[in-house]
């Protein structure tokens, strides 16, 4: 079975694919992914193969990068930098072209080799001013 960090550095190669099966496969069928400057969590891996697509199409060229793993039994906690530029719908606004450099922090908890539930905290106010999206 694999580790916490294991199934982390899974997720990090499958997210600089764009592969949205990828992802989902790594996670538990019920997974509660919670982004925490949008509020309402993504339930289930079906949620997920919507999820990532959105992000692709936006941000075809996404890569993240990892500056920190930490690992603790079933937890990982990864410090990330995600740079892209936007070239498709984005909560509901066009693209602009605009680039994006900006940091976060997830935390997984992993049960079983597989993604039980991830939170992400990330600067909105960054990501959005980078993009010239209006804070709503």
């Not at 199409?57 to 906690?77: G, H, K, M, T, Y």
Request: with cysteine; charged share 20%; hydrophobic share 45%.
């Amino acid at each position: 079975m694999k580790s916490a960090r294991e199934v982390v550095l899974a997720w990090i190669d499958a997210l600089n694919n764009r592969d949205a099966e990828a992802i989902a496969v790594l996670c538990h069928e019920d997974v509660v992914n919670l982004q925490m400057p949008i509020g309402d969590p993504s339930i289930g891996r079906p949620a997920m193969l919507e999820h990532f697509p959105r992000l692709f199409n936006a941000f075809p060229d996404c890569r993240v990068r990892s500056l920190q793993l930490l690992e603790d039994n079933e937890w990982a906690i990864l410090e990330w930098e995600l740079t892209g530029t936007w070239q498709g719908m984005f909560f509901g606004h066009q693209p602009n072209g605009h680039s994006i450099k900006v940091r976060g922090c997830e935390i997984f908890q992993v049960a079983n080799g597989m993604i039980k539930s991830q939170r992400g905290y990330w600067d909105k106010a960054t990501w959005f001013g980078q993009l010239g999206i209006p804070l709503e």
